[in-house]
Every structure is written in C-alpha cells, then in structure tokens.
C-alpha cells in the first residue's frame, strides 16, 4: 500500500496561514468563503467569458496590477480599504424571473441577446454634448414638447419587438435587471442582480432613461430631444399629468388606477385607499414627505442606499427617496383591479407604462437636486461603486457597457433639469404635543412586557431604544448623522409591505406625515416569487431630536405601524448607529 503523501497536507495549512491577514482586511461579512472564491476565479473561467470580450487579455491588464493575479480583486498591499469587489451582471445567461403565482405576463423578460463580438465601451465613443438637453416639466410644456415626446413614443411602439430599441424589449431590460433574470459572474453565479435596495438604485436608472431618451431622439430626428420629468414634489405637478389620460395618445395606458386619474392629488406615501385624504391635506403631506426624504436624509448611505459589492447581501436596504416616493408612486398608479398593481405596481412590468419614464426623470432629479443642499452631501467615492458596470442598447442598437463612474454628473450626459420651485425645502414637519405627553407614553412603555426580537410585525408595536449618545455639539453633529437602524427585515418575495415608523409618538393617537415624530416608511412592491427578502432601513434623526427636545433623552420610543403586509414581517433588530456624513 502507498503512503499518503505528507506534502500536500502541508501546503493546504500553509496556505490557510497566508490568507489569515488578507482576510482581516475584508468587510461587509466577507467570508472566508467567500475570500476563497475570489482566489479561485484565476483558476476557472465560464465557457462564455473569452467568447463574449468580457475578459480582458494579459496585455490589456495594468502592470502595476499584475503582482496581485492570484488574489485577483485586491487593489494596493498598503491600502487597508481591502478588496475590490465591483458587480457586473453576467450578460451571456438571462433567466426566467420568478413571478407571484398570479402574475399577469410571463416569467420570461429577458432583453435582445447582444453579439458580444460588438460590445461598446460607453467611455470610448461618448463625447460631450455641447448643447445641453434641458428636460422640462410635464405641467410646463408647450405643444411642440408634448408632441416630440408622443411621436417617439408611438414610434418606439411601432418597431418590431425583436428589435432591442422597441419600447416591449425597453420595458424587458428594466424587467430583467431588477427581478434577478441577470446573475453575477463567477464566482457569484448563484446571486441574482436586482438593482433596488442598494446604492445601484439611482446610477441604473439613470443610465436606463438616458438612453431611452437617445433612443426616442434618434425616432424622431431629434439628437437635443430632452425626456420631461413628472413633477411631483411641486404643488404644480401634484397630479398625474393630463397627457397620460388621453386615450387618443401615445401616453395612454390601461392598466392604471381609474380613481388616481387627474385631477386627483397623488399621495407620495401611498399605502391603499384607505389612506385618502382631502387635497389641500394631501398635499401638506406631500411637502412634509419630500423634506423628510431629502433634507433629513444627510449622508450618502441614508439617501442613495446601502454599499452592495461581489459577496455582500445584495439588498442591504434602500434610501429614502427609493422607499418613498419612488415605491408608493409606482403601487398609486398601479391598476386597481390587476392582481399584483400591474403595470406600474410591480417591477416586472412597471416599464411597460409611459409614465414609468416621467416617473424616473424626477427621480433622477431628486438625486442632482439633493447634492446641491449642502452639510457636505455628495456621492459615494467608493471604486467598487465606481467601477460597477450594466449593459444597455443604444439609439443605433449597439450593445454598450457603461461604469457609474461616468453618469454622476448629468452634464457630462448632456442634459440638466429645468428650474421649479421646491416649496417642500420650506416645509418641515412640525410636532403638535407636548414633550410631557411624549414622557408619558414613554414610561408606559417602560412599565409594560419589554419586546422580544425578532417579532412578527403583525399590530402597532412600541419600542425603548437606547442612545450611545447626548447632547452632541454641534461640530459632532455636523461629521455625524444620528440614525435609527432597523435591522433583519425578512418577509416574502411576493408581499407587499409598508410600514411606517414613528418616534416618541402616541399610540392612541399616531402622527400624520406632516407632524415631527413621523420619521419615515419602509415599502417594498411585489418582487417575486417563493423567497425571502432580508434587508434593513435607515432614518435620520439628528433634527427629529432637536425639533422634539429630545437630544439629552437616555433612550427612544420607537413606533412600527403596519400599513400593509400585517403579519407578513419580521424585525430582527432596532438599533441606533451615527454614520458619517460624507
């Protein structure tokens, strides 16, 4: 019989103790698995990598980076900021999406297959644009607009759906990069790509509608064409535009709420009909909710999203402005009598709607408009956000990679937004109690059963947090942004949740979006099928403690309201962090 050779042993253990201080230098729970994956993506490569030019060959490859082919993702040995771990969808392999069971469409959305002998680098053949393309509101557009932007339309929906500019293949893309139809590449092959609940949100979309927007240009003829944006954080355009009711237009679409029709005031934290209020308090409301998602969200990660790289949870959690209005929009609109909101109130079919695209325009302005608020607001400078790639169609059907790092800037896209009046800068939320009544049902809270996590969210629950700190100066509270974290959120694919989070309130009787110690809603539309979402919320609360006297509190009274999903949710956690303002 042969002795086992004693060598090979030996070199697993030594190669276990040289991974020891490079796996010190990972975050976000990057395991040690998950270390050893990375060293493995050197020794195998899918069939399709080399066909598709996704690969790049050893003379293509930066020098100063070729010490570090064996541990392939490590940028510096002296740069503790650890490894790089951008995504990129793997392109070569689309899949079927799992729907709810009584979806309206198929599961199949997957876009044009591309000829990946042809991808186009997006850095490589842009150019600036030396007339900048102003994209104007809906409620202040002249007939010639309105026009251009219907003619396009109804030419888009003219062209065959096989080819990848027609407005079904359009509506496809969006389906397939946010309902997991793209997974990642090797070695993260079993992670589906769904571009919500994470800092990809507004860098995606933005690079969805601009190209959309190219597209429609091209159709009509038009290279200065500028895609209008639905306004409705302004007390103007606080309604569905009037063109998306028209059915002799291009704009029309049936599959919406027929009680949400103009003039009726949309509610930017919709959650159902119960929820209806008179105008003049909705849109009070309105104004309440655009400060509280913007101006209050003052770091980065409050308002953009969470960090998500190759290995982390691909949904650690959304910004504020994704929440709400983005997701209460997209169920407002949505068809009442579809099972799941269909169209515009669910993923998978959202961008089969026109008014998806106006929708998003004002999004996209959202994320401009909040960098120019001050306290040090600004994007992410992280490289892995940086060097994140996605793969769209152009207006001449050329297939076309692009980097976040090139859309931050809209002006370097060739477009910049309109001027209107952001009434909701001048209208915070305002407490109406007391601070005595607010001590009160503290303390009564104190004397009950304390809570036990994880909890079923399934009534109005009550909280005591405890504070790390009080009574901040203000240099502290200027590098830092006190933030109430909610941790370990799971509940399934196919429910649709909201709940609203409120501190130091009165359960007996809860504030209205417009009042201080309603702080912010958590909501998720139907996204699937058959798994569990985990993921986590975060709300600023620096100003909240000022507005309500609170900054010298030991401890906080924390408030879930089930809207929708009652039963359907679990809290793992609340906690409170202060996150650096960027």
Request: hydrophobic residues 35%.
């Amino acid at each position: 019989m042969t002795t086992p050779s004693k060598p090979l042993p030996l070199f697993f253990a030594l190669t276990i103790i040289f991974l020891i201080p490079f796996i010190s230098l990972l975050n976000n729970h990057f395991s040690v698995i998950t270390a050893i994956k990375l060293i493995c993506r050197q020794t195998y490569k899918p069939p399709h990598a080399k066909q598709n030019g996704l690969v790049k060959s050893s003379n293509e490859r930066d020098k100063s980076r070729l010490w570090r082919e064996p541990f392939i993702g490590f940028k510096n040995i002296d740069d503790s900021s650890s490894i790089s771990r951008p995504i990129s969808p793997n392109i070569s392999d689309c899949f079927p999406v799992e729907l709810p069971s009584n979806a309206i469409t198929p599961a199949h959305c997957c876009p044009s297959k591309p000829s990946f002998s042809k991808i186009l680098d997006f850095k490589d053949f842009a150019s600036p644009s030396t007339t900048l393309r102003v994209r104007k509101p809906f409620h202040l557009l002249d007939n010639e607009d309105i026009a251009k932007f219907e003619k396009g339309i109804a030419l888009m929906k003219a062209l065959p759906d096989d080819d990848p500019r027609s407005f079904i293949q359009q509506a496809k893309v969006h389906c397939a990069y946010c309902n997991g139809a793209y997974h990642l590449s090797h070695p993260f092959q079993d992670t589906k790509l769904d571009i919500h609940r994470s800092w990809f949100f507004f860098p995606f979309h933005r690079w969805y509608i601009y190209f959309f927007e190219r597209i429609l240009g091209n159709l009509i003829g038009d290279p200065n064409f500028a895609l209008p944006f639905w306004s409705w954080d302004s007390i103007e355009g606080m309604q569905m535009p009037s063109y998306f009711a028209n059915p002799n237009s291009s704009l029309y679409h049936k599959l919406r709420h027929q009680k949400h029709l103009p003039p009726h005031v949309v509610d930017l934290n919709y959650a159902s009909e119960s929820s209806y209020v008179p105008s003049h308090q909705q849109v009070s409301y309105n104004l309440a909710t655009m400060y509280r998602q913007m101006v209050l969200a003052s770091t980065t990660e409050l308002f953009m999203g969470g960090p998500f790289r190759l290995g982390d949870n691909p949904r650690p959690g959304p910004g504020s402005v994704e929440a709400a209005p983005h997701n209460t929009v997209h169920t407002w609109v949505g068809g009442a009598e579809t099972p799941n909101h269909e169209d515009m109130g669910t993923f998978y079919t959202a961008a089969r709607d026109p008014i998806f695209y106006g929708h998003h325009s004002n999004l996209d302005r959202m994320w401009a408009i909040w960098k120019t608020l001050g306290e040090g607001r600004k994007d992410y400078s992280d490289e892995d956000w940086l060097d994140s790639e996605f793969f769209f169609y152009d207006e001449n059907a050329n297939f076309v990679r692009v980097k976040v790092r090139d859309c931050v800037d809209t002006k370097s896209l060739g477009y910049v937004y309109q001027d209107v009046d952001l009434a909701w800068l001048r209208t915070p939320p305002t407490s109406r109690k007391s601070k005595l009544l607010r001590q009160r049902k503290k303390a009564k809270v104190w004397s009950s059963k304390p809570r036990k996590f994880p909890l079923v969210l399934d009534s109005v629950t009550s909280v005591i947090v405890k504070r790390a700190k009080k009574w901040r100066s203000k240099e502290e509270k200027e590098e830092e942004e006190e933030v109430l974290v909610i941790e370990g959120i799971e509940f399934g694919s196919d429910k649709f949740v909201k709940f609203d989070i409120h501190v130091d309130d009165d359960e007996d009787r809860l504030s209205n979006p417009d009042e201080t110690e309603f702080v912010g809603s958590f909501v998720s539309l139907y996204h699937g099928r058959g798994h569990k979402i985990s993921t986590s919320f975060k709300v600023g609360i620096s100003k909240v403690l000022e507005n309500l006297e609170a900054e010298e509190d030991d401890d906080l009274l924390v408030t879930l309201v089930p809207k929708l999903g009652k039963g359907d949710v679990i809290i793992g956690s609340i906690k409170i962090q202060f996150i650096p303002k960027q």
